[in-house]
């Protein structure tokens, strides 16, 4: 997601300005283009030398650099950025940017980009918590400033409070969201609200043991990470495990497969797609001992009942996809699970793979959806197997939204030889004028205007038929992209 992207990375001078070596070390190696540019101040603490080395770039500090590569340096460096990050940011910097003065190159570049603007806090705590920073902070917030942070913890002065620059994966997980919300990703997820569950659940037979199964919570935490950084607001529910928690995401813990089911309930009235990845107990025990059960006798019998299948339980408006842990009759088993539950897509992974599945950084897993086409991916990094399901994901809501918005005929042979109209179904008049207007309506290649007559909903597409090659049976979708004064006109082959 970050590679190919420009990013802005200001350097101020605080005393952690050292840590941001690290973040253009990170980021660079994540393929991203950072121009480094530095504050005077900041270079009392940090050589700029260091970010040259590790970006190939000259960090700028000179705005009246005569030898500079820029045009103007400024203006360039606001122009090619897709987001700029001030980390760490002083009390200063964020003063000078809630008051609008330009008077480094640093504040000129935030002053003109359109770019979002990502500002990590670095200071002591009271100047943090002085009033005057704090309504400077409010006012860049109110203005659409992105902030992360500052942490509280142990400063340079050896106080301790709010005041710890953020952590470098909190401040990269953040750009990487940010890059997401801006639309700049393909497949992107801007405004949409994915819950991701992880991890096992834990049913207790008495008050020390449980009965869980070996689920990392790895595949739903990466699912978690990748759809927030398509721009997604993201609810991950998981079940316990080792696993940091990812940032930029809410996180709801919960145990039980009960408890689970509750937050997936509350959550999907919300959601447009809802992403099972955890493992939840099929069986709990029927009772829970209050006190630790005493070792007696040569066996226990316990006495267990199903719990909620919450994928079958969950209903809405929402996309569906389950997994399937299969270790025989891979895609038949999983198959009858996406019919059964009603989903859109089911990932299934073969449990007895070697490297796979459970614990595993990687996994290898067949994508089944509910046409019944069945996708084999090779073993792969869980964060890739997560950007595979995506882009699945990503199509249905694509093509969702485009029935929602569009109408899709299926054509005829009188369409096509007699040059009959095409008739607009009656629920879909709504996308189309109550008057006579001349409408417009185009391919990528070709356009014709059509007077559009209300009382019939129709017109004729005969010559269009022809010279596109549609036969019988494709289907043509027409939506409207300018009121109801423009419309496109695709072709779907059979
Ligand atoms: C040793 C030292 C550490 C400093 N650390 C910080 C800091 O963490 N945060 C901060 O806001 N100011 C800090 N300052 C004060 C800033 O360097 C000072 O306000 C400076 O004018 C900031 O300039 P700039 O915002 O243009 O980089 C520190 C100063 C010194 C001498």
């Not at 009603?342 to 996994?363: P, R, Y």
């Amino acid at each position: 997601m970050l590679e190919g992207k420009t990013i802005v990375l200001g350097v101020t001078g605080s005393i952690a300005a050292y840590k941001a070596v690290d973040i253009a070390n990170q980021l660079s190696r994540a393929g991203v283009n950072v121009d480094v540019v530095m504050t005077k101040e900041a270079t009392k603490f940090v050589a700029p030398l260091s970010f040259r080395a590790l970006t190939g770039r000259a960090a700028v500090i000179d705005m009246f650099d005569a030898s500079s590569e820029f045009n103007i340096t400024h203006i360039s460096l606001a122009g090619a950025a897709n987001v700029v990050v001030i980390a760490p940011a002083t009390a200063n910097i964020i003063a000078k940017l809630a008051a609008g003065i330009a008077d480094d190159v640093l504040s000129c570049t935030v002053l003109a980009t359109t770019a979002p603007v990502v500002i990590a806090p670095a200071m002591d705590v009271n100047m943090y918590e002085n009033p005057v920073t704090q309504e400077n902070v409010s006012k860049l917030k109110e203005r659409g400033f992105i902030f992360v942070g500052p942490r509280f913890g142990k400063l340079a002065s050896g106080k301790e409070g709010l005041g710890r620059l953020a952590n470098t994966e909190e401040i990269i997980g953040v750009i990487s969201q940010v890059l997401g919300r801006s639309g700049y990703v393909p497949g992107s997820f801007a405004d949409r609200h994915a819950v991701v569950t992880a991890g096992s659940t834990q049913e207790f037979i008495d008050p020390v043991r449980i009965i869980s199964n070996r689920s990392s919570g790895k595949m739903g935490y990466a699912l978690a990470e990748a759809v927030r950084d398509r721009g997604a607001k993201v609810t991950l529910i998981t079940g316990p495990t080792l696993l940091t928690k990812p940032v930029g995401v809410e996180v709801i813990d919960v145990c039980t497969a009960e408890e689970m089911f509750q937050a997936v309930k509350n959550a999907v009235p919300r959601a447009d797609v809802l992403i099972m990845a955890a493992a939840v107990a099929d069986y709990r025990p029927k009772s829970t001992a209050k006190e630790k059960i005493k070792k007696k006798g040569t066996g226990l019998t316990l006495e267990l009942e199903r719990t909620t299948d919450i994928l079958s339980e969950v209903k809405g408006d929402f996309i569906k996809v389950g997994f399937a842990a299969e270790s025989e009759n891979l895609v038949g088993n999983a198959t009858q699970k996406l019919q059964q539950k009603g989903l859109d897509l089911i990932v299934a992974n073969d449990i007895t793979a070697k490297d796979s599945g459970f614990g595993a950084d990687s996994n290898q897993v067949t994508i089944i959806d509910r046409e019944g086409k069945v996708d084999s991916l090779p073993l792969l990094p869980k964060r890739e197997v997560a950007e595979k399901i995506l882009d699945k994901v990503a199509a249905i809501l694509s093509k969702r939204q485009n029935d929602m918005n569009s109408v899709e005929i299926a054509v005829t042979r009188s369409h096509i030889k007699d040059n009959s109209n095409v008739h607009i179904p009656k629920e879909r008049w709504d996308l189309f004028p109550d008057f006579y207007t001349k409408i417009e309506l185009r391919t990528d290649e070709n356009i014709i205007q059509r007077i559009f007559n209300p009382k019939y909903h129709e017109f004729a597409l005969g010559e269009w038929f022809k010279a596109y090659q549609v036969k019988e049976g494709d289907i043509v979708r027409i939506t409207p992209i300018e009121g109801k004064e423009k419309y496109r006109v695709e072709f779907l082959k059979k």
